[in-house]
């Protein structure tokens, strides 16, 4: 710690922290308006000056590093003087429009100014900076209430990595600009609203929130983005406003972050800060449905009606097919239905799937609910086709199938492995902390087929060919191994097994690695020594001398594969022998794709474990968890995974379903099948928010509120478990899918003769309490503890402070278990009928299957169509144009879209964003190829043909 004086008071600050950091943290103001806790310093505004004994003249705070024995000055008549003037000199070309601008009582230049008591200026300059861009949904640039203070640069450059934004010209001229003014749209602007963020006056506005109030007259709450699984906390401001009816109601007017925010601060992604107005758009779901032929059925409709062969992903609007009908109908129908079913089927002949886009408490009561009442557990949700093998692999090797570290810690790592994962773009505030480690001097290694946006500021970039990334760790390991990088001292400590699993490493030499992956033997050795070492390509590493600090981040390029379990012990594997697990800034970190697949995993919305991880084949802790449900009867064997439910609702075992907030006819894998499936159903119940693709094949469907919407808990991909607040009401008579699975609970347990007792929660903080109980990880997480930052499971009681660090000193297995593994291929290659590979995943711009980003303005324009990536190479020889329509075909389905030509992915390779209807990417993937252990299919590698539909035209002309 650093000791100095200031303004007379002695204080203590850490080590390279700045005068004005010390000053801050003993509360002393100093005035500034460039400076920001997030950027790095630059000095500009001159408003921070203080003196310095020792120092001759003032000196900018915000840049001189605090030293021991400093005595500085904030105030004196000369320093108050020097600001006043320099104040004088920022209004003398800035509108004193105050009165009628946006930004008056959140503007710093305005709070300063009425600090210094400057009513005009004395200086009168005309106005240079006049240019005013609109040329974008999401936010306007106004430059003559620009000041120059470099934020908005600093955070594109420093904190997102895009650098869109630079200063231009020079002198009166200077302004802040794209590349020769273009619009942003024309930039590499990724549309996340950081510059808006840190603008201190109203230079830069978000639109939505331009003539909708005054500062201090609109709401704010803080709440969760339930998007990706960052899940970042953010402050929405809203307005009360008149509806049709003229009732007041609340209305969302911006999204801003929030400085205190765990994950994520200040920053957010264009998702977060401008993809909320979906929850407002007229086809939400606001009364209860049931399809007209069950009505008739019914006796509810007179007329006999039939469900018409259409695909709903042809389909964009299917109400017709439905006629309203009131709460106590429908769920008296949903309960009959499915007790019948159990009664004269047997318990699993019904199937449900959760939701990680639900609460922890909607995912609690809904796997209650299959288990308590209907005695199955069938029950599975979308971590089966993404995470499920991370904790398959991670279970086995560590005993906890969850991520090791914090978010936070990703900006002090020394080097950062990142594979399977498009970061950027996937998990955009967790790229941030990349971009914010690289610019420390951290180094970055890839190993990804396509060149992601991270790979163009790698150290080492290893693109590997689809689907054999596993010989590029392999072959990290044997280089490991064979030059004695490994750390001998944790393997001989911490872990078992390393000798079996050792010797297998002679079955792949570095050479032989390379040639399958397709890449330099010498950058598989560069690679294993940075990680091994902790290796940074400049600067000193924050935990001192010695071996540094390496953390690997992955997603589901690892684990959506045939091998997806394996994959993931091969990480496990080389981490352990670095010794790079249990301490800050290391670990095996999956990156969890939705809001809360890791809180749905968390509750037992798997057919294999309980609340907490606790497997249904033990007696004991199944027995438990039975005592506390009231007498209720569990069945001992895991229950179906959501492929093979697709198979039994086709072959007729499972006659009903219950789907909460799942997508399925866009989002798994061959969806043909999908839709069969769904539709040879007796009975289909899906309750949501909009009447997406699968709610237009269900019976009944039952009205949902989105996360705005309501109060529950989500847990991120750091295992932080955070209250997310309701924001604004819900449509009509929507409702929690907590409160709609207890109400057909009572129902159900009636019908069956079951106590009803267990499903008397008053609120969303009874079932939080009630998953305390039931939970061990949970057993100190209930809504009153989580206010602020929220807790890090396992926090075992209502006096532990959570866990942000997992297996520090010993593993939750006790020893970290090494695991050999032997290298394999996809399961479906490329051939000549389909010689290409295909990859699926995620964009920027979109989330899952565009339920609500589709839906929302600013994301919708940005990216409004299906696309083909596939090299220039490749499109050269088929005539294929930037922005033409390709069709991609494999070996159950094709679809049509633009594609989009470049150097993004291999020769040889496409990969297509699964997000979008009309061009479903899982039309063409495969379900049959199943991870043997987590049972997860391999979506992210199978063999398409892709064709010109131009040039096919050209020929039949021809001939």
């Known amino acids: 710690m650093v000791r100095l004086k200031i303004d007379g008071r002695e204080l203590e600050t850490a080590q390279g922290?700045?005068?004005?950091?010390?000053?801050?943290?003993?509360?002393?103001?100093?005035?500034?308006?460039?400076?920001?806790?997030?950027?790095?310093?630059?000095?500009?505004?001159?408003?921070?000056?203080?003196?310095?004994?020792?120092?001759?003249?003032?000196?900018?705070?915000?840049?001189?590093?605090?030293?021991?024995?400093?005595?500085?000055?904030?105030?004196?008549?000369?320093?108050?003087?020097?600001?006043?003037?320099?104040?004088?000199?920022?209004?003398?070309?800035?509108?004193?429009?105050?009165?009628?601008?946006?930004?008056?009582?959140?503007?710093?230049?305005?709070?300063?100014?009425?600090?210094?008591?400057?009513?005009?200026?004395?200086?009168?300059?005309?106005?240079?900076?006049t240019l005013f861009q609109d040329d974008n949904p999401a936010f306007l640039r106004d430059h003559k209430y620009c000041i120059l203070c470099g934020r908005c640069v600093r955070a594109c450059s420093e904190v997102v990595g895009a650098d869109a934004l630079e200063y231009a010209d020079r002198g009166f001229e200077s302004h802040i600009a794209t590349a020769f003014d273009r619009p942003m749209e024309e930039s590499p602007c990724v549309f996340c609203g950081s510059c808006v963020e840190v603008c201190p006056t109203a230079a830069l506005m978000?639109?939505?929130?331009?003539?909708?109030?005054?500062?201090?007259?609109?709401?704010?709450?803080?709440?969760?983005?339930?998007?990706?699984?960052?899940?970042?906390?953010?402050?929405?401001?809203?307005?009360?406003?008149?509806?049709?009816?003229?009732?007041?109601?609340?209305?969302?007017?911006?999204?801003n972050g929030f400085p205190e925010a765990p994950a994520n601060g200040v920053f957010l992604c264009t998702k977060g800060r401008y993809g909320w107005d979906y929850i407002a758009k007229p086809d939400r779901l606001d009364m209860p449905l049931i399809r007209k032929d069950l009505?008739?059925?019914?006796?509810?409709?007179?007329?006999?009606?039939?469900?018409?062969?259409?695909?709903?992903?042809?389909?964009?609007?299917?109400?017709?097919?439905?006629?309203?009908?009131?709460?106590?109908?429908?769920?008296?129908?949903?309960?009959?239905?499915?007790?019948?079913?159990?009664?004269?089927?047997?318990?699993?002949?019904?199937?449900?799937?959760?939701s990680a886009r639900c609460s922890n408490e909607d995912n609690y009561t809904f796997q209650k609910l299959m288990r308590s009442e209907f005695g199955t557990n069938n029950v599975d949700h979308c971590a089966r086709l993404c995470h499920a093998s991370t904790v398959a692999g991670l279970a086995k090797a560590f005993g906890s199938g969850a991520m090791t570290n914090s978010i936070g810690e990703v900006r002090h790592a020394d080097c950062i492995f990142i594979t399977g994962s498009n970061t950027s773009e996937a998990h955009p505030v967790i790229g941030y902390e990349v971009t914010r480690a690289l610019r420390k001097g951290a180094s970055l290694i890839v190993v990804d087929p396509r060149r992601i946006p991270l790979a163009r500021k790698a150290t080492?970039?290893?693109?590997?060919?689809?689907?054999?990334?596993?010989?590029?760790?392999?072959?990290?390991?044997?280089?490991?191994?064979?030059e004695k990088l490994a750390d001998e001292e944790f393997i001989k400590t911490r872990t078992e097994g390393f000798e079996l699993f050792a010797s297998g490493l002679e079955d792949v030499t570095v050479e032989e690695a390379a040639r399958v992956a397709g890449v330099d033997a010498e950058d598989i050795r560069r690679a294993a020594r940075i990680y091994a070492g902790g290796i940074r390509q400049e600067g000193v590493s924050k935990y001192g001398e010695g071996r540094g600090r390496?953390?690997?981040?992955?997603?589901?390029?690892?684990?959506?594969?045939?091998?997806?379990?394996?994959?993931?012990?091969?990480?496990?594997?080389?981490?352990?022998?670095?010794?790079?697990?249990?301490?800050?800034?290391?670990?095996?970190n999956p990156l969890r794709g939705q809001g809360n697949v890791q809180g749905a995993c968390d509750l037992g919305a798997l057919p294999n474990v309980l609340p907490g991880y606790q497997a249904v084949t033990d007696d004991a802790l199944r027995t438990t968890v039975e005592k506390k449900w009231g007498g209720a009867t569990i069945p001992n064997k895991p229950?179906?995974?959501?492929?093979?439910?697709?198979?039994?609702?086709?072959?007729?075992?499972?006659?009903?379903?219950?789907?909460?907030?799942?997508?399925?006819?866009?989002?798994?894998?061959?969806i043909t099948h999908v839709e069969h499936s769904l539709r040879t159903l007796p009975f289909l119940v899906v309750a949501d928010i909009f009447l997406t693709e699968t709610a237009q094949?269900?019976?009944?469907?039952?009205?949902?509120?989105?996360?705005?919407?309501?109060?529950?808990?989500?847990?991120?991909?750091?295992?932080?478990?955070?209250?997310?607040?309701?924001?604004?009401?819900?449509?009509?008579?929507?409702?929690?899918?907590?409160?709609?699975?207890?109400?057909?609970?009572?129902?159900?347990?009636?019908?069956?003769?079951?106590?009803?007792?267990?499903?008397?929660?008053?609120?969303?903080?009874?079932?939080?309490?009630?998953?305390?109980?039931?939970?061990?990880?949970?057993?100190?997480?209930?809504?009153?503890?989580?206010?602020?930052?929220?807790?890090?499971?396992?926090?075992?009681?209502?006096?532990?402070?959570?866990?942000?660090?997992?297996?520090?000193?010993?593993?939750?297995?006790?020893?970290g278990a090494f695991t050999p593994v032997t290298p394999k291929g996809p399961a479906e290659m490329p051939d000549e009928e389909y010689p290409f590979y295909l990859g699926t995943g995620r964009m920027l711009y979109h989330y899952h299957t565009g339920t609500m980003s589709r839906r929302t303005e600013v994301l919708h324009w940005k990216q409004p169509k299906a696309y083909v990536e596939i090299h220039e190479d490749d499109a050269a020889e088929m005539g294929i144009a930037d922005g033409k329509p390709v069709v991609v075909e494999s070996r159950r389905g094709s679809i049509r879209a633009?594609?989009?030509?470049?150097?993004?992915?291999?020769?040889?390779?496409?990969?297509?964003?699964?997000?979008?209807?009309?061009?479903?990417?899982?039309?063409?993937?495969?379900?049959?190829?199943?991870d043997p252990t987590a049972k997860i299919p391999e979506l992210k590698v199978c063999a398409v043909k892709v064709t010109n539909p131009a040039a096919k035209k050209k020929v039949a002309v021809a001939s």
């Open 460 to 482: 080492i970039h290893l693109q590997a060919k689809s689907g054999t990334d596993i010989w590029v760790f392999q072959g990290m390991m044997r280089v490991i191994r064979d």
């Open 550 to 588: 390496s953390t690997i981040l992955y997603s589901m390029g690892i684990t959506q594969r045939s091998n997806g379990t394996e994959l993931v012990l091969t990480l496990a594997n080389l981490a352990m022998m670095c010794g790079m697990i249990g301490k800050e800034s290391s670990g095996v």
């Open 697 to 815: 094949l269900a019976h009944v469907v039952l009205p949902a509120r989105a996360a705005l919407e309501k109060v529950g808990t989500f847990t991120n991909t750091e295992r932080r478990v955070q209250l997310s607040r309701q924001v604004v009401a819900a449509p009509g008579e929507a409702r929690e899918d907590w409160r709609i699975v207890s109400e057909i609970g009572k129902r159900v347990a009636k019908i069956l003769g079951h106590t009803d007792t267990r499903w008397d929660f008053r609120d969303s903080a009874d079932v939080a309490e009630e998953i305390s109980l039931v939970s061990p990880i949970y057993g100190g997480i209930v809504h009153e503890r989580l206010p602020g930052d929220g807790l890090n499971w396992p926090c075992p009681d209502k006096n532990h402070p959570g866990t942000p660090i997992l297996h520090v000193g010993q593993f939750k297995r006790g020893k």
């Open 17 to 129: 922290n700045t005068i004005l950091d010390a000053a801050l943290e003993a509360g002393i103001d100093i005035p500034r308006l460039c400076a920001h806790p997030e950027l790095t310093p630059s000095g500009g505004c001159r408003l921070c000056m203080v003196e310095v004994s020792g120092i001759q003249g003032m000196q900018t705070s915000c840049t001189l590093e605090a030293r021991d024995g400093m005595e500085v000055v904030t105030v004196t008549e000369e320093i108050e003087n020097h600001r006043k003037i320099t104040l004088d000199g920022f209004i003398s070309d800035h509108p004193l429009d105050c009165v009628t601008c946006d930004k008056a009582g959140a503007c710093e230049l305005q709070e300063l100014a009425y600090r210094y008591d400057l009513k005009e200026t004395s200086m009168h300059f005309e106005l240079g900076r």
């Open 295 to 354: 009505a008739f059925e019914l006796g509810i409709t007179r007329e006999a009606w039939e469900l018409p062969g259409d695909s709903p992903l042809k389909v964009k609007d299917a109400r017709d097919n439905f006629v309203p009908v009131s709460w106590d109908q429908a769920l008296d129908v949903v309960a009959d239905r499915l007790a019948k079913t159990v009664k004269e089927n047997g318990p699993d002949s019904v199937g449900g799937l959760a």
């Open 206 to 255: 978000t639109k939505s929130r331009l003539r909708k109030g005054r500062e201090w007259e609109l709401g704010k709450v803080r709440s969760v983005c339930t998007y990706c699984g960052v899940g970042c906390q953010m402050e929405y401001r809203t307005r009360q406003v008149l509806d049709a009816q003229g009732k007041s109601k609340t209305e969302i007017v911006s999204v």
């Open 898 to 930: 633009a594609a989009r030509v470049g150097t993004t992915v291999q020769r040889g390779m496409v990969f297509i964003p699964f997000h979008f209807r009309e061009a479903a990417a899982n039309l063409l993937t495969q379900d049959e190829n199943l």
């Open 639 to 670: 229950g179906l995974t959501i492929v093979e439910m697709m198979r039994a609702a086709e072959s007729g075992d499972i006659k009903a379903m219950f789907i909460m907030g799942e997508n399925p006819m866009i989002s798994d894998p061959n």
